[in-house]
């Protein structure tokens, strides 16, 4: 199973990135697909995730400004973020598990490599 993350990279305070995750290797559609971020010196955090039947979450810190959405058909899995603020800069990694609780972020099967997301002040 491989994960593969893309669309990372510098934006300025108050813009907006959308990144992708496209897996392969695996049925996509059964499983939930999530959103860590970790920045430098900090824990690795959940920021979102969308089940296998559509239901969504996302931390407190980026509700409203950050939307997941996946597609099936492209086993693809994106995280549209807006608004960004110089606190999201963090490497970013998506993540796949069938049982998958959320806001622990305990159970997940499969990991990406991480895409860097730098917002300058």
């Known amino acids: 199973v491989q994960l593969q993350a893309s669309g990372g990279g510098l934006v300025q305070a108050g813009g907006s990135l959308r990144l992708s995750c496209t897996a392969s290797?695996?049925?996509?559609?059964?499983?939930?697909m999530n959103w860590f971020r970790q920045a430098p010196g900090k824990e690795r955090q959940l920021v979102a995730g969308i089940s296998s039947g559509g239901r969504t979450y996302s931390a407190e810190s980026v509700k409203g400004r950050f939307t997941v959405s996946r597609d099936n058909a492209k086993n693809t899995v994106y995280l549209q973020m807006i608004d960004l603020k110089f606190e999201d800069t963090a490497v970013y990694y998506c993540?796949?598990?069938?049982?998958?609780?959320?806001?622990?972020?305990?159970?997940?099967?499969?990991w990406g490599k991480g895409t860097l997301v730098t917002v300058s002040s």
């Open positions: 993540a796949a598990g069938r049982g998958v609780k959320w806001p622990s972020g305990d159970g997940m099967d499969y």
């Open positions: 290797g695996h049925t996509f559609s059964n499983y939930a």
